[in-house]
């Protein structure tokens, strides 16, 4: 029997916290495997678009002081949790953000949940005019006040004795609804030019979660990012042009900084290929 076969065998029930844009199609290719699925969202009226996808809906809002909703019979017989929650550092909420993920590390200690898959950033890494490739070490690692927040939200899991963590750190999301060309279209004197980009698809994303379960690799970080990085002028004004859509100008006069994602670590250690491309 096959390893993968094995996991699906083992485990039964795995509870997403956050069913948005990442967590309804990753809960959606969950059904198919596994027995149970549990999914939460923080609007009502998402409740019964999870229910038709054969999802186990929960209505659960993570606050500073409370957990609003079934928390407890969101994670009751499941092994797994994948933790997909909006940080909020954009606007400016990062303290509450650990405050939540403490909050909820209480009521994970009196679960059944084992393991946890943290869907984080590879924001958390530092940027320079060399565009340096960063990899998932300490060195790599930005100390600006975001990358700080994320990485003490990321070892509230890995330094946890009572759980197996695996992080991982995605770069942009794209998809056939969500693609950066959009919201870049027609904007003036965007910055750093040659930058390269750090971009991946929706579809790959749900393999690496799938990829780190399948495998039983906890206790590790993975960089997930495609493994093409033309630069940012480059890439979005080629994506313009195929979407039909006016393309932004740049500014060519300030220094360029940027960086590369190395996910070498993922494809090796789990042999994972990347299969959606990002143009």
């Excluded at 409740?47 to 019979?73: A, T, W």
């Excluded at 950033?121 to 975001?146: G, H, I, M, Q, R």
Aim: aromatic share 8%; charged share 25%; hydrophobic share 35%.
């Amino acid at each position: 029997m096959s390893k993968l076969k094995n996991i699906q065998n083992k485990v039964q029930k795995v509870s997403i916290l956050g069913c948005g844009w990442l967590g309804l199609p990753l809960a959606e290719h969950f059904v198919k495997l596994y027995n149970w699925v549990n999914g939460s969202t923080t609007t009502e009226d998402k409740l019964k678009i999870l229910q038709s996808k054969g999802i186990h809906p929960f209505l659960i809002n993570l606050k500073e002081l409370e957990v609003r909703g079934e928390i407890e019979k969101f994670l009751n017989d499941s092994e797994i949790l994948i933790l997909n929650i909006p940080s909020g550092l954009r606007s400016g909420d990062g303290e509450n953000y650990i405050s939540k993920l403490k909050l909820l590390l209480r009521y994970l200690e009196k679960s059944t949940i084992k393991k946890v898959v943290f869907i984080s950033s590879s924001s958390v890494y530092k940027e320079d005019e060399s565009f340096v490739t960063v990899f998932e070490n300490p060195e790599s690692l930005a100390e600006t006040e975001k990358a700080t927040i994320l990485i003490e939200a990321e070892n509230i899991f890995l330094r946890n004795r009572n759980l197996e963590t695996s992080v991982i750190r995605f770069s942009g999301l794209i998809g056939e609804d969500r693609h950066p060309a959009k919201y870049l279209s027609g904007k003036t004197e965007i910055e750093n030019p040659d930058a390269p980009i750090n971009l991946i698809h929706l579809n790959d994303c749900i393999s690496v979660i799938s990829a780190v379960i399948e495998s039983d690799s906890w206790g590790e970080i993975y960089n997930a990012s495609y493994p093409s990085h033309p630069s940012r002028e480059l890439y979005y004004i080629t994506a313009c042009a195929k979407l039909g859509l006016e393309p932004p100008t740049f500014d060519h006069y300030k220094k360029n900084v940027g960086k590369k994602v190395s996910a070498q670590k993922i494809q090796e250690a789990l042999n994972f290929r990347f299969t959606s491309p990002i143009d």
